[in-house]
């Protein structure tokens, strides 16, 4: 008994190759909020009469200001104080509420949109009765 090999007398089947379409998704913009305008006044001053007013001679200068945008953290100005203790920060965009930092003092504020006033008090120590 003669067993032949079929295998060869059948054709193989077409290879088909499917089609793709490549169809991208639509790119995911940012929401665009409306953007607030801030203006920051930040006074930092040394109290020495405690009168906790900021007087002329009681500013102190060459403190760093940071400001920062409160919903995702960029930086949006930074300025050092003048003689006086004052440093301004005028019509700074932002996307909400913005946080005033104060490095040196480890002071940190959330102001909202529109004009604010921060003054930072160093409050003066007694100094020792005696020097050891």
């Known amino acids: 008994m003669c067993i032949r090999d079929s295998s ?69 100005a930074f300025g050092y104080t003048n003689q006086a203790g004052v440093v301004r920060f005028e019509a700074i965009p932002s996307s909400g509420a913005v946080r005033v930092e104060v490095p040196l003092l480890n002071y940190i504020q959330i102001v909202g949109a529109g004009e604010s006033n921060i003054s930072v008090r160093v409050a003066p120590l007694p100094l020792p009765i005696g020097i050891p």
């Open 8 to 76: 060869q007398l059948l054709t193989p089947s077409p290879v088909v190759i499917p089609e793709v379409t490549i169809q991208p998704l639509p790119t995911a913009t940012p929401a665009t909020s409306a953007q607030d305008s801030s203006t920051v006044n930040v006074t930092v001053f040394y109290d020495s009469n405690f009168n906790f007013t900021p007087e002329i001679n009681e500013g102190i200068q060459d403190v760093a200001v940071a400001l920062y945008d409160n919903t995702n953290g960029r930086l949006l």
